[in-house]
């Protein structure tokens, strides 16, 4: 195919979903993949009517080890590679560290850390090779301000895309590949639904906190094209993210502590 590829994870909905309408918008062919298969057939659909696009769907689950291989093996399949990858699939795991299972705190690593770093890895040196590519790691701005207790390992694995990207940018960007962590804050999308947040977080937060999936994939678009190692969407946000460099950090750790149960269950 003439057309470039990208790969989006957690596509079915939210961020990643809008992140695959801008991609296609722009003239790339698209593979998404995500749990629910049944979504990504439609949006995969959707796409190929509405931007006369290739949309590649496969579902998989990236808290399996297996998923990462099985979706490039399945784009190998298709005679494909990835020239854009945007890791976006992740969520919170409510509750207090202690009070949950291991199995379920060893998936978010693996969604959200090993599935990331894997992928960037596995195609890198084709993206080197052809002198182009992009890589998008969603993150949050979770992962520039200090840890709040419950979604223990969220800000943690957050803080981990930040610098990973970071060190990403670095390495390649003599070399036609650019690297970006993207940062957003409260997102309208499915992810405090999907944590049990959605009622309290809404209730104690103003409406001008917040940003719709669209704009925060597209501000993802333009920095990651602008080759910025960190993008964090809307104004309030980049306050909180300055105010958090020029504080103390136990200030900041007090403020996240007498804060952060607004937020966050358990």
């Not at 590519?133 to 694995?157: D, E, K, M, Q, W």
Request: include cysteine; glycine fraction near 10%; charged fraction near 20%.
């Amino acid at each position: 195919m003439d057309r470039r590829l990208a790969l989006v994870t957690g596509a079915s909905a939210g961020i990643g979903m809008a992140f695959a309408r801008i991609l296609a918008s722009h003239g790339y062919d698209v593979a998404l993949t995500a749990r629910r298969g049944d979504r990504l057939e439609k949006l995969a659909e959707e796409i190929t009517l509405r931007y006369g696009v290739e949309a590649l769907s496969v579902a998989a689950d990236l808290a399996e080890p297996e998923a990462s291989g099985q979706i490039l093996d399945f784009l190998t399949a298709h005679g494909r590679t990835a020239d854009v990858l945007i890791n976006n699939a992740g969520y919170g795991l409510p509750g207090a560290y202690a009070d949950t299972r291991w199995a379920d705190q060893r998936a978010v690593i693996q969604v959200m850390v090993t599935a990331p770093a894997e992928l960037a890895h596995r195609l890198l040196p084709g993206m080197i090779h052809r002198k182009f590519g992009r890589i998008v790691n969603v993150a949050s701005l979770a992962g520039l301000i200090p840890g709040a207790a419950g979604h223990t390992l969220y800000a943690a694995v957050k803080a981990f895309q930040v610098r990973f990207s970071q060190s990403l940018h670095l390495e390649t960007q003599a070399q036609g590949v650019h690297v970006s962590a993207l940062c957003p804050g409260f997102t309208y999308s499915e992810f405090h639904d999907v944590a049990g947040t959605r009622a309290q977080i809404t209730q104690s937060t103003p409406p001008w906190l917040w940003l719709g999936a669209d704009e925060v994939a597209a501000a993802g678009y333009e920095a990651v094209e602008a080759n910025r190692p960190i993008c964090v969407p809307g104004a309030p946000n980049k306050a909180i993210a300055a105010a958090v460099k020029l504080i103390p950090d136990d200030w900041a750790l007090a403020l996240m502590a007498s804060q952060g149960s607004r937020f966050r269950r358990g």
